[in-house]
């Protein structure tokens, strides 16, 4: 009888807490609730719990001390491409894709928005083989395409880019599906844009463009002014390779009419959308993003675009302020893409969360065309938090030092908060 008691004790203690994780003395910035302080943030059953200047440590299963940090939302990535997994050669459904979990976590990122791999026809292909296996939030634009984006002889076919069937398995997977995008088309046709908005308008979604090759039968200011719809985005806005620029180097008049109608401008750096000589004159003519993004894929993560913090960092070293930079990548992209309960720290909402450092030095960001830009601060992610567990700690911050535990210790951890525990790893059930 004892010997229950004494193992049935901790377990009543755990349950009793009233949360499961405390991220004590960090600056917040929750740019949703106007936070940009030090706070406590407080974590339970994988919601937020509390943000408040001072929580009390003794009332958590786990505490962790981020004083010195930044604490924000979980990042929101809305650009990638992560429909791997099929074998498809020089294919965003497939082989230039990447599994999201080992590229997110890393970074800070908790939710992306995968942009167009998949049309209609293999969408439930990508679900069943991606979505559904991820720990990273996933959510999908379908490509007006509806074979996705396969290449050339797929991306260029008018005869596969209806509305009607991008719209209907949209609203068969609406809690996955935000958006429906165009992207590579070549043609001087404006066949894919008006279905990709018809498809918005009868599925109630945005769409992204990639504007594809520049086309003097459809400019950009047209587009920009008379096809697309409030809220809808235009991505790869620093490219310059469509228009975006004047000849001073600020935005064009298609970009400023544009912006008056609505529409949202997306980073979407990726390996050939993103070029000093456009991005610095016009962030310096006041023409800043709404959102920031990857296009995170094989062809980019090794090239300008490392990852998300990388991008991040760019506009950092443009002289923008760390609160703009993780607004423009936690809230603007929630609300986009029309998921509000994400990008803040607001009580109740999801427990995702990113923990970053802001490092001082010598460092260089790259573009499109390996031009740098030298800069003198660098966010580097030490914790992330998603759906309440730790799922990524770069200096151990939430562990303890191996030489203060017992002898014989065994793997440290509670499926409460620590998002490595799984059965396989933990400690054997002690027999009575």
Known sequence: MKLAILFTLPILAAAQTDYDLLLRGGH????KNRISAVRDVAIKDGKIAAVAAKLDPAKAL?????????????????HTHVYAGTGEKSSYAGDLSLYPDGYTFRVGVTTIADAGSSGWRNFEDFKTRVID???????????????????GKYEQNLDDMEAKPTAEMALKYKDVVVGVKSAHFSGPEWKPYEQAVEAGNLANIPVMIDYGAKRAERPLYDLLTKVLRPGDIYTHMYSGLRGEQDDNGGPSPAMIEGRKRGVIFDVGHGGGSFAWRVAVPMVKAGFRPDSISTDLHVGSMNKGMKDMANVMDKFLAMGMSIDDVI??????????????????????????????????????????????LKGSQKLSCELTVRDGKVVFDLNGIAREDWDKLPKDYKYQGDPKWDGTTTPARRPPP???
């Open 28 to 31: 917040v910035i929750d740019a």
């Open 62 to 78: 786990k505490t962790v001390n981020v004083s010195g940090l930044y604490v924000t939302p979980g990042i929101i990535d809305i």
């Open 133 to 151: 296996r991820s720990k990273t939030k996933v959510f999908a634009f379908l490509n007006i395409v509806g074979s996705g984006m396969r290449g």
């Open 327 to 372: 607004a423009w990548s936690t809230v603007n992209p929630a609300k986009e893409i029309k998921h509000d309960e994400l990008g803040t720290l607001s009580a109740g909402s999801v427990a995702d969360v990113a923990v970053f450092r802001l490092e001082k030095g010598n460092y260089g960001y790259i573009d499109m065309y390996n031009a740098r």
């Open 430 to 432: 002690v027999s009575q």
